[in-house]
């Protein structure tokens, strides 16, 4: 049989030169973020936040009346709209005889959310909407559950602060 030759240019053959012009590579790159940091194609996040779209869709944010009270009528529509099961509400009786209902619990299960904006849509009440908050990292699963307090008190702004798109 006959044996096949292979013949490898020099420069491949020998790994070294190859390992050279990466690291030349990498240190051209080094140098240019180091001497001109404002043309970096990345963010030093934290220190840098980026600053997104108002159309962004973050974590939840329950909206107020004036008064400070909650917008949410406990209607439910938000919940059944949502694909991925992830909003939990217990409605109870509002002691004022002219607002229906009120959400005595509003839970929002952040591992599940896929963020579509669904709860936000079928809202009637504009009760709810898709926050710019988006670093939602945690050590345990249990901090993923936003409760009414947490989800009002991030937004922290009342209905006449929100801005129509
Ligand atoms: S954004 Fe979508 S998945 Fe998340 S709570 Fe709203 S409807 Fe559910
Ligand atoms: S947030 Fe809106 S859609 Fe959801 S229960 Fe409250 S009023 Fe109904």
Redesign the pocket.
Known sequence: MQKVKYSLPISQRVYLIAILKGMMVTGRHFLRNLLRPGQMPTINYPEIRRKYSSRFRGLQI?TVKENGEL?????????TACPAACIH?TAAEHPDPKVEKF?LEFNIDMLRCVFCGM?EE????D??RMGPTYELANFDRSDFIFTKEELVKHGNFTQSKVKHH
């Open positions: 329950l917008r949410c009528t406990a209607c439910m529509l938000c919940a509400i959400p709860c079928a809202c009637p009440v009760a709810i």
